[in-house]
């Protein structure tokens, strides 16, 4: 009679958390039969991985987040920011969180870019390119747990809808930015009251507020403002809908990159140099020939005192982005906020002003493209200060955190093993 009971409340349970799952008024979740959690997986802790998009170091104190601030009392955070990977980008800098690796690495080196061999273009808003699994490289935080018997569920996550080496997350989602923000919070709990076997043990959460009105408005707006209180208010919900579920959940909060206000007008490339030899994406340069690519350093080299230019071999080696042909070659970086491109477009074609607000600069130039880091939970030591620390360490904390067996990455546990406890250390 008990079994026969228990069994009941396992399947109401389960029939609970699909029905929220496909609600019809939102993009419905997507389940991916990757088999039960291993037994052994049931033991472990949980972590909840959330992104705020566009969240500067510095928004926290600056605009009162107090839920934020009260994680970082109860557990770990970086009040001087979290370093993102060159370019300070959102796909790049998601995907090098969950796997470790600087872009050059791990493939994703810009929202869009060439590639020279598959003689295909990439974008992050083609389903074509961004669902395919052979443009990212690395193992992902949710390709690492579900080959290891763990079930992990992503609510939106740049490379979470592609089969990244033929692997899925048990659960996931299509991008659509209109997904009530309240319903994420309900779906992640939905995945935690789950029956253990199929419990997802890491899970991803993605806002994008933030961002979207710092491109706007710009950093220093009443609409950042309010979009932070909005988002903190979301995260207090979600750390007291965590802790009532009386687990062992440790949640995670990180952004991607901050947030500078532009300077002046586009800076056309194509007034300093002749590119009619190059494919071109946005700012990246693609030229057909060695001699192309030489001449256009040249004639770049001194043209305007907003950029340097570099040949993609002699990138400076702190910004992790040398090796790449992804990268293009020559390669522009900017000296200060300004917007950088090709081309203005086609005559006949509606152009547009820059946005008020930017990013995708090199971090140790630009403080303001620092990030945030918050931490707590049963496997985080309570108060622990860190100082400013590149991205690429977010994976080999997580993967210690769920026990997983890690790759060599570009980052080291080292980093942040003094904000784990010592019971998580072992």
Not at 207 to 228: E, I, K, L
Not at 342 to 347: G, I, R
Not at 349 to 367: I, K, L
Request: proline residues 8%; glycine residues 6%.
């Amino acid at each position: 009679m008990l079994n026969r009971l228990r069994l009941l409340v396992t399947a109401l349970l389960l029939c609970s958390a699909l029905a929220l799952a496909q609600t019809p008024q939102a993009t419905p979740v997507i389940t991916v039969d990757n088999g039960p959690n291993a037994f052994v997986q049931e033991q472990k802790h949980y972590v909840v991985l959330v992104s705020l998009d566009g969240f500067r170091y510095d928004y926290a104190k600056k605009y009162g987040a107090t839920h934020l601030l009260t994680l970082a009392k109860q557990g770990a955070s970086a009040p001087d920011g979290m370093i993102p990977s060159y370019p300070s980008i959102t796909f790049p800098n998601h995907y090098t969180m969950v796997t470790g690796l600087y872009p050059e690495h791990h493939g994703i080196v810009a929202m869009s870019f060439y590639d020279e061999d598959r003689k295909e273009r990439y974008s992050y808003n083609d389903p074509k390119t961004s669902s395919d699994g052979s443009w990212y490289g690395g193992t992902p935080l949710w390709v690492l747990a579900e080959k290891q018997g763990m079930r992990s569920a992503c609510f939106f996550w740049p490379g979470s809808e592609a089969a990244i080496q033929n692997v899925r997350p048990s659960y996931y989602l299509h991008f659509d930015d209109k997904f009530p923000d309240e319903q994420r919070i309900s779906q992640i709990v939905a995945w935690l009251k789950m029956p253990e076997d199929r419990r997802p043990h890491f899970i991803t959460l993605y806002f994008s507020n933030v961002d979207h009105a710092g491109h706007q408005y710009g950093p220093g707006s009443q609409q950042v403002a309010q979009a932070v209180k909005h988002i903190d208010v979301l995260i207090g919900k979600l750390h007291a809908d965590l802790d009532a579920l009386h687990m062992p959940i440790d949640l995670i909060v990180v952004s991607d990159h901050g947030m500078a206000r532009e300077e002046g007008p586009w800076i056309n490339l194509d007034q300093y140099a002749d590119l009619s030899n190059f494919t071109t994406v946005g700012a990246l340069l693609y030229g057909k020939s060695e001699a192309d690519t030489e001449r256009a350093y040249q004639k770049l080299k001194a043209a305007d005192s907003a950029f340097v230019v570099y040949r993609l071999a002699k990138m400076p080696s702190w910004l992790h982005y040398n090796s790449n042909p992804r990268a293009g070659d020559p390669i522009i970086v900017a000296k200060g906020p300004y917007a950088i491109r090709a081309h203005s477009p086609p005559a006949g074609e509606q152009d547009h002003a820059p946005n008020t607000g930017v990013h995708g600069y090199d971090p140790r130039e630009m403080p303001e493209m620092k990030a945030i880091f918050f931490a707590a939970g049963p496997d985080i030591r309570p108060g622990t200060i860190l100082k400013p620390f590149e991205n690429v360490n977010v994976y080999p904390f997580i993967a210690k955190i769920l026990q997983l067996q890690a790759p060599p990455t570009d980052g080291n546990l080292n980093i942040l093993s003094s904000a784990l406890t010592d019971a998580a250390r072992e």
